[in-house]
């Protein structure tokens, strides 16, 4: 299958900073990534979808000023958390859809702000 | 609005017993349906999945699955559960509406006795 990536793993930063998470389609190209955000115990929560060359689309109720979207290329989306709080430490999740229907899930970042 | 709705929160099993995960969802149009699978600390990894064809759905790890339209069903089956199942399963349905957003369920927490 399609394989993900995610970068940074695991992330600790100080309350006020921001953070990017990058996510990489390493064997296919993806048009199409989306960005899930998954607290302790709950299930994944769709937070926005990228579309290479142009604004991503938000879900109702994420804050596009403080989750900023970038799909500057065919297999890399980025995520900047900015003047992150202690209530945005949670797992994101990216995933690249390919072949038109389905969509491959990267490993996770798990952001901790202090 | 659409949802996905996973009956089952918590399931504990003893080893060999059979599983049974429910999986129900809201839409009236054309669906794919999948079932992923994510152990603790790892990603989601795909168990199986249903586009079209035979409602019987084969997957990895001797899961199954199976759609029925008429109860916009697609309950996952494993006859004989082992420890390493232990994990949490979720539910996941993207409509065919051109956005090939997926909507999960909630999940289920599965834990296996040995």
């Known amino acids: 299958g399609a394989v993900v990536s995610q970068h940074p793993s695991w992330v600790i930063c100080k309350s006020g900073t921001s953070v990017k998470i990058e996510c990489r389609s390493l064997d296919f190209q993806a048009t199409t990534m989306f960005w899930y955000r998954q607290f302790p115990k709950q299930s994944l929560m769709l937070m926005a979808t990228?579309?290479?060359?142009?604004?991503?689309?938000?879900e109702q109720g994420v804050e596009k000023d403080k989750f900023l979207i970038n799909h500057a290329s065919l297999t890399l989306s980025t995520l900047t958390v900015t003047s992150a709080h202690p209530e945005d430490s949670s797992f994101y999740i990216c995933s690249g859809l390919e072949g038109g229907t389905e969509q491959y899930f990267g490993p996770g970042t798990r952001l901790t702000v202090t | 609005a659409q949802s996905v709705s996973q009956h089952n929160h918590h399931v504990i099993l003893s080893e060999a017993a059979s599983l049974e995960l429910g999986c129900n969802y809201s839409?009236?149009?054309?669906?794919?349906l999948f079932w992923y699978v994510q152990y603790p600390g790892q990603h989601l990894q795909l168990l199986l999945k249903?586009?079209?064809?035979?409602?019987l759905v084969k997957g990895i790890k001797g899961f199954e699955a199976e759609f029925i339209k008429s109860k916009f069903s697609f309950n996952l089956r494993k006859p004989s559960v082992q420890w390493s199942d232990t994990a949490e399963y979720f539910c996941a349905v993207t409509p065919l509406s051109g956005t090939y957003k997926y909507i999960f369920g909630t999940g289920t927490r599965l834990k296996v006795l040995a």
């Open positions: 839409y009236g149009g054309t669906v794919n």
């Open positions: 249903y586009f079209s064809g035979d409602p």
């Open positions: 990228s579309n290479e060359g142009s604004k991503a689309t938000y």
